[in-house]
């Protein structure tokens, strides 16, 4: 008797578990014994307390969670004197604290084995945050179709850019403590050019195949996360073309952002591209006239090259890039044009299991003008030396030290507005721990 009742609990807790996948079933005889399939005399061990109901035959949830101690520490903070009185600090005093530089959580509801609804919520506080908590806001949300063109699917709605997941995925793999070198702003912890993020509303079209893969989209052209007036088409008609188009020298191209780093070797070769009219600067109203502090509205273009090669020892990866931001209003008084050029050379080394050894380097020129070239033209160097390591707990869990020392140099002609057109500085250190967990 007991052995029944023991039997028949475990049906109903297994059955509890198994309702909520929609592929498992599970049946009981009389005897209160437990089958996997059924016959005569067998019944199905259903418990509607637990059942998850959906429209859709599969939903399949995850979850990327980045957490950490960063410590930002200024080397020099040489300030520019005005001729005002005024100065143009660059960094804040030093900044130490724990954040949670990214809290992912998606859910994917498969309509088959290849079309679905994707939701990905986000959440942030860094030390660079502009609030005292943690908004949740939307990533991504849109519709998949598969093979909507032969080898093509779609992405509709707020989606994937072509080219920041892309190098995600398949060449700089530690988001987790630093963005990829088109995406790094100007914040306590990070110095870039800051040029694309990696999603905004449109469309993306996705081909795979053996030795071609290729990603080519229209978007509002401002990204998911924009201030204000920046986030909208108020004024605007013009969107944003984007894309990427990558060889695959070895053949994995059907797989491209899945391959397995300490398994798989692969060697790819990319070209990436940006056209965005009217394009709107964070936090600028519409019609903003450009001033030293914002752009305003500007017609931003910008081209590239990749290559990346990885083997189970090893992965190294490079990339240039050259860009321009066309101021379109009139009336500029500080600002006009920016043209920015630079390059980046990453890589790392899987000595032993489950270590790995990070390094990277990047450097960028990004030099101002006026339309009306009447008072001055600026220019800022910089230079980041990015080294960690890691360790690979187990397949959901990995540790990461790592540290980023900046230096940055401006160049400002000599005007009414600037003292001196004397070089000035400005450099700091960056130290990060780092937990990743992914499920």
Do not use: C
């Not at 009389?30 to 996997?36: C, I, L, S």
């Not at 939307?138 to 063109?149: F, G, P, Q, S």
């Not at 050019?193 to 893969?213: E, P, R």
């Not at 931003?300 to 101021?327: C, E, I, M, S």
Request: aromatic letters at 12%; zero cysteines; charged letters at 25%.
């Amino acid at each position: 008797m007991n052995k029944i009742v023991l039997s028949a609990l475990a049906a109903l807790t297994i059955g509890t578990v198994a309702t909520s996948a929609s592929d498992v079933k599970l049946y009981s005889d009389k005897n209160g014994q437990v089958f996997t399939t059924p016959a005569e005399g067998r019944t199905e061990v259903v418990s509607k307390e637990s059942s998850v109901f959906s429209k859709v035959p599969k939903l399949e949830f995850s979850g990327t969670h980045y957490f950490g101690l960063t410590s930002a520490t200024p080397t020099t903070d040489t300030t520019q004197t005005l001729a005002n009185g005024g100065d143009q600090s660059k960094y804040a005093a030093t900044s130490t604290g724990f954040e949670m530089r990214r809290n992912y959580v998606q859910v994917k509801a498969f309509m088959n084995e290849k079309d679905y609804f994707r939701v990905t919520l986000d959440a942030t506080k860094e030390l660079a945050s502009d609030t005292s908590y943690a908004n949740a806001f939307i990533k991504y949300a849109y519709l998949y179709m598969d093979k909507v063109l032969p080898a093509t699917g779609v992405e509709i709605g707020i989606v994937h850019r072509p080219w920041i997941d892309y190098e995600e995925h398949n060449g700089w793999f530690y988001r987790s403590f630093n963005k990829v070198f088109l995406e790094e702003k100007g914040t306590a912890t990070e110095a870039g050019v800051d040029l694309v993020n990696s999603a905004d509303l449109g469309f993306n079209l996705k081909t795979k195949t053996q030795y071609f893969s290729s990603e080519v989209g229209m978007f509002n052209g401002e990204g998911y996360h924009a201030d204000k007036e920046a986030a909208n088409q108020e004024n605007s008609g013009d969107v944003s073309l984007e894309w990427r188009l990558t060889g695959h020298i070895l053949g994995d191209g059907t797989k491209v952002g899945k391959n397995d780093l300490s398994k798989d070797t692969y060697l790819h070769v990319s070209t990436y591209g940006l056209m965005s009219k009217n394009h709107k600067d964070d936090k600028a109203a519409l019609d903003q006239v450009s001033t030293s502090a914002l752009k305003g509205e500007y017609d931003r273009k910008f081209y590239g090259l990749h290559t990346v090669y990885n083997q189970p020892l090893f992965l190294v990866a490079a990339q240039y890039f050259k860009a321009t931001d066309d101021a379109q209003d009139g009336a500029v008084t500080d600002w006009g044009n920016r043209d920015y050029t630079g390059f980046s050379v990453n890589g790392e080394i899987r000595p032993f299991k489950d270590w790995t050894i990070i390094g990277r380097y990047d450097n960028y020129t990004m030099d101002d003008s006026l339309v009306n070239g009447s008072d001055m033209s600026s220019s800022v160097k910089g230079k980041k030396t990015i080294a960690g390591l890691a360790y690979k707990l187990n397949k959901n869990v990995t540790f990461i030290g790592s540290g980023k020392f900046i230096d940055e140099q401006y160049t400002v002609a000599k005007s009414a507005t600037y003292a001196d057109g004397s070089d000035t500085g400005h450099s700091k250190n960056v130290y990060m721990l780092t937990t990743e967990v992914k499920w």
